[in-house]
């Protein structure tokens, strides 16, 4: 679905990939995970246009689509969804959804408002609210709900747990495995080892940038060593 | 005044604010969607007016002539702004926004030739609007009947606007991408699209604000820069991005205007106060003192900086021992000149060693304290000015009156200054600006001081420095040394605390360094060395005007700092050197010679985004960009 070969990527001067290779299976979720300042976000980022890589090819759905803009590549079926959230905070939660709404190129258009609101209960009750008035979790609902009204086939989820409560972090750990069986493919950044182990399939380690280790989820929780080394705080 | 004056001074004020507020509300969403100060917006607003007057003439003096030709107008301006921003914007929205700035007002230029050429120099008044031509009694008073359809077209068309963003998807994504504009790609709004129906809607707003001033005001070639003065003002007053803002703000302005034209003039403690005379600089005023109450507008909300990833500058490095050889080799050369050359290339040098320093004073706000000023030739005007009074009403020798000259415009900068680095970004350069205007109005209408409109003549330099050559002389190792000491303070801590601010002023004010205080003290000394090139200048020429400290000049410093490039050292020097060169070659030899300069600063623009000197830079120091 999402192959990623040798890419490299940098902020100006300053190189945070290197030979970054992974991929992502159909309707597999695969997580990256690394501490603070791995490149995992810069990885995403790099995925979906914002930053154009250095060197390394990165396709999708069979299509090179490093070089393309974010419009584009959003077009082709990629969801992007940022750590920071980045809510329209002007706009209100049906505002935010008809900003991701995308025609359906060729694809069946799944994801109305309707469907979304009987995944996302919370985001029904409150419409006509403006974003800047929800809290963390409620904007993390919307930023996913807002993803998915672009119909995505794969998406990319930068560390959706990050600063939510472990109860909401619990359900929103249940919402993405529902993508799942959905048929989607999901990239995730993630810090948390728990919140990756309850959903992941296959497991990727980055650290300074580079892919440290890569098997599935159930073989790096066993892997004492790894843990140890990249991921501890 | 009576109450039924005063009702139709309001009313009189009502309409003035529409087409003000039409042309305020394009401008002021092409600004927040895609962040670029469009000069240019005036210019559409002139072309609109033109462009009525044309069609009308065509279709005929009838209702559908009239109605048709304004709204024909409207839409070829709209669709010439649809034009610019595919062909010209949207290639340099990467580009640093000064340099957007630069293009845009390039643009002023060349529409500005285009309509001489299409026009001629003669104002042309337009027909009245047919069925709307008589007027109507109010309250004993004769009142146009155009004015009451204008009082009502600016609330209709804040209302359409209104509608237009909140309830359609168009204004959806306008409004998303306003606030984040690259989520909104993440999420696949085409960016590209988007834009351009931004920038030709503000482009209609424009044409439609001018050509609905057919019956009202005539064409005139003077239109485009007055009109984007009061443009920006009213988007600055209402809060940038704020339609309902601007709407309010133009309201205040015209009625503040419509009022001091209907007061007349005032009588206090024997002194006679001409308000309408003060209508020149009313909205100014307002701006002023908005900006200090409110630094972002009355309905204005705090700006965040658009998000941009991968856009790192690099940090100003010392000049290399090579780089000082070559300049102090430059300086050399310049020194032995006079021995081979004399007559005009002396004149123009001497020009272009002041204007150096002028735009080196600036760079020194914009580059290190990353202050961006609009209104930098008044400390420009004052340092002449300055030096020019002195010495004639002063009777002071012309070697003091040089000296103590500056200091006029250093004492200006330091009042000025203290409200201006409250502010930042746009806001900041919107109250230099202000501040420009009103230090022009007073130069231009206190005539018992300054001479007025003709300015001061007669200013001449002691005889022993009035030859061309030591005139010359005077100016270079003035403009040199100055530029030195400015170049000397950029590698000061003082310079080092001063770039601090300006990249984080959060973690350089947590370091303790007064950011604000450092900033003033920065302004101060632009203000004083600028005002050193004012006071070179004034006996250079022999006369002054309050054309020197006038808007356009201010620009010219703009234009000569972004040629070279913000973001390096000598860039101000050489590009002060190629734009006065390129100016007095350009007027002596072309007849259209604005479009000259616009067209060769496009080019530049569109081929060097980085300033002549960082494309040098790159080039030579074979440094490779990271892509």
């Not at chain 2, 210019?43 to 559908?64: E, N, T």
């Not at chain 2, 300049?327 to 004149?347: D, F, K, N, Q």
């Not at chain 2, 914009?366 to 005007?381: D, N, R």
């Amino acid at each position: 679905m999402l192959e990623i070969e040798r890419l490299s990527a940098a902020y100006g001067l300053a190189q945070v990939l290197f030979d970054l290779t992974l991929d992502v299976r159909a309707g597999e979720i695969a997580v990256l995970l690394g501490r603070n300042g791995a490149g995992k976000s810069t990885c995403l980022k790099t995925i979906i246009g914002l930053l154009r890589p250095m060197s390394g090819a990165i396709r999708f759905a069979g299509r090179r689509i490093d070089g393309l803009e974010p419009f584009q590549i959003a077009r082709l079926g990629l969801g992007y969804v940022p750590e920071d959230r980045r809510i329209f905070s002007d706009l209100t939660v049906m505002q935010n959804l008809e900003v991701g709404r995308q025609a359906a190129h060729g694809r069946p258009s799944e994801w109305t408002p309707r469907r979304l609101f009987e995944l996302f209960p919370n985001l029904g009750r409150m419409q006509h609210r403006r974003g800047a008035r929800m809290s963390g979790g409620e904007q993390q609902m919307l930023t996913i709900a807002r993803t998915l009204m672009g119909n995505p086939k794969a998406i990319l989820l930068d560390e959706p747990s990050e600063g939510l409560a472990p109860l909401v972090a619990e359900q929103l750990a249940k919402t993405v495995l529902e993508l799942k069986r959905e048929g989607l493919s999901v990239l995730l950044c993630e810090q948390s080892l728990y919140f990756a182990q309850s959903v992941a399939d296959r497991a990727f380690v980055i650290e300074g940038g580079h892919v440290r280790y890569a098997g599935t989820m159930q073989a790096l929780a066993a892997d004492v060593e790894v843990r140890d080394k990249y991921l501890s705080v | 005044m009576t109450a039924s004056a005063i009702l139709i001074q309001f009313l009189n004020g009502l309409s003035g604010a529409s087409s003000l507020f039409l042309v305020a509300a394009g401008l002021s969403i092409v600004f927040g969607v895609t962040r670029i100060v469009n000069f240019a917006h005036g210019s559409f607003f002139m072309l609109g007016l033109y462009v009525a007057y044309s069609l009308i003439d065509r279709f005929g003096h009838g209702a559908a002539g009239f109605w048709g030709g304004v709204a024909l107008a409207a839409v070829a301006v709209a669709l010439l702004g649809a034009l610019v921003e595919v062909l010209l914007l949207r290639r340099i929205y990467a580009a640093p926004e000064l340099l957007q700035l630069l293009a845009t007002f390039a643009l002023v230029l060349v529409i500005q030739d285009f309509t001489l050429w299409a026009w001629g120099p003669e104002d042309l008044l337009g027909p009245r609007a047919p069925g709307l031509s008589g007027a109507v009694n109010i309250a004993g008073h004769q009142f146009p009947q155009y004015d009451l359809f204008l009082i009502v077209l600016g609330p209709t068309v804040l209302l359409a606007l209104n509608f237009l963003l909140k309830r359609t998807r168009w204004g959806t994504l306008v409004r998303a991408a306003t606030e984040d504009r690259e989520m909104a790609g993440a999420l696949g709004v085409n960016q590209k699209w988007l834009f351009t129906t931004v920038f030709a809607l503000g482009a209609l707003l424009a044409g439609a604000g001018g050509a609905f001033q057919i019956p009202r005001e005539p064409a005139s070639l003077y239109l485009d820069l007055s009109v984007i003065a009061d443009a920006f003002v009213v988007v600055v007053v209402g809060g940038l991005g704020s339609i309902p803002g601007a709407f309010l703000a133009a309201l205040l302005i015209a009625e503040i205007k419509a009022f001091c034209i209907g007061i007349g003039d005032v009588t206090i403690a024997d002194s006679v106060i001409s308000l309408p005379k003060f209508t020149l600089v009313v909205e100014f005023v307002v701006m002023a003192v908005v900006l200090v109450l409110r630094p972002w507008g009355l309905l204005g909300r705090r700006l965040t900086p658009p998000r941009r990833v991968g856009a790192v500058e690099r940090p100003l490095a010392l000049p290399s021992r090579r780089a000082v050889y070559a300049l102090a080799a430059c300086g050399a050369a310049l020194a032995l000149l006079p021995t081979l050359a004399t007559g005009y290339s002396l004149i123009l040098l001497t020009d272009i060693f002041v204007f150096a320093l002028f735009a080196v004073s600036l760079h020194f706000i914009m580059g290190p304290g990353g202050m961006p000023s609009f209104g930098h030739a008044a400390y420009f005007g004052l340092g002449a000015y300055g030096a020019g009074l002195l010495l004639h009403r002063g009777g002071l020798p012309m070697e003091l009156a040089l000296l103590l000259g500056p200091l006029v415009a250093g004492v200006g900068a330091l009042a000025f200054g203290w409200f201006c680095v409250r502010l930042s970004g746009v806001y900041f350069a919107m109250l230099t600006l202000a501040f420009a205007q009103i230090t022009w109005s007073i130069a231009f209408q206190w005539d018992s001081m300054t001479g007025g409109s003709n300015g001061v003549i007669g200013v001449w330099p002691a005889p022993w420095l009035a030859s061309r050559t030591s005139y010359y002389f005077l100016a270079l190792v003035t403009s040199a040394g100055g530029i030195t000491l400015l170049w000397r303070m950029f590698y000061s801590p003082f310079g080092y605390a001063l770039r601090a601010g300006r990249d984080s002023p959060l973690r350089a004010d947590a370091i303790g360094i007064d950011v604000r205080r450092q900033q003033w003290a920065a302004f101060v000394i632009a203000g004083l060395f600028a005002g050193v090139a004012g006071a070179l200048y004034v006996f250079s020429k022999g006369s002054i005007s309050p054309d020197s400290l006038a808007v356009p000049r201010s620009i010219d410093g703009l234009v000569m700092v972004l040629l070279g490039g913000v973001q390096t050292l000598t860039g101000p020097v050489w590009g002060a050197a190629l734009f006065t060169w390129l100016q007095d070659a350009a007027a002596r030899n072309v007849e259209y010679w604005r479009a000259v300069i616009g067209l060769v600063i496009i080019a530049l623009v569109l081929a060097f985004p980085q300033g002549l000197a960082g494309f040098l830079r790159d080039r030579f120091a074979g440094e490779r960009h990271a892509p």
